[in-house]
C-alpha cells in the first residue's frame, strides 16, 4: 500500500494568494471594528452613564484599535518596513490592548450605578 500525504491547502493556492485574502480578512475586521466602536460611542452620548462610557471605551479598545493595529501591523510586515523581531511588538501592543478591552467591558457589565 502506498501513503500519499494529505492534500493541502498551500497546494491549491499560491502563497501570495493566502496573503492577500489574509490581509482583506484582516482591512475589513478593522473596518468592522471601528463601525462596532463608532456604535458604541454613539449609544455613550444617549445613554450618559459609567457603565456605558466602560462598554465604550472596551469596545473601542477592543474592536477598534486592536484590529487596527494589528491590520497596519500586518500591512508594515508585508512591504518589509517591520522585521519578524519587530512583529513581536505590534503583537504586544495588540495584545495589551485586547486585555483593557475586555476588563472595560467586563467592569461596564458588574459595574452597578
Same mark, same amino acid.
Given at each position: ?18 496573503? @492577500? ?38 469596545? @473601542? ?28 511588538? @505590534? ?23
Amino acid at each position: 500500500m502506498i501513503h500519499r500525504p494529505a492534500a493541502t491547502i498551500a497546494q491549491f493556492l499560491p502563497a501570495r494568494t493566502i496573503e @492577500v485574502v489574509t490581509l482583506a480578512f484582516a482591512v475589513g475586521s478593522a473596518v468592522v471594528g471601528l463601525f462596532i466602536a463608532f456604535l458604541a460611542i454613539r449609544a455613550l452620548r444617549r445613554h450618559r452613564s459609567r457603565q456605558m462610557l466602560l462598554l465604550s471605551v472596551g469596545m @473601542v479598545l477592543l474592536f477598534g484599535a486592536a484590529y487596527l493595529v494589528a491590520t497596519v501591523g500586518t500591512i508594515l510586515l508585508q512591504v518589509r518596513v517591520l522585521t519578524l523581531p519587530q512583529q513581536n511588538y @505590534v503583537r504586544l501592543v495588540v495584545r495589551i490592548l485586547q486585555f483593557v478591552g475586555l476588563l472595560a467591558i467586563a467592569s461596564s457589565l458588574v459595574l452597578r450605578e
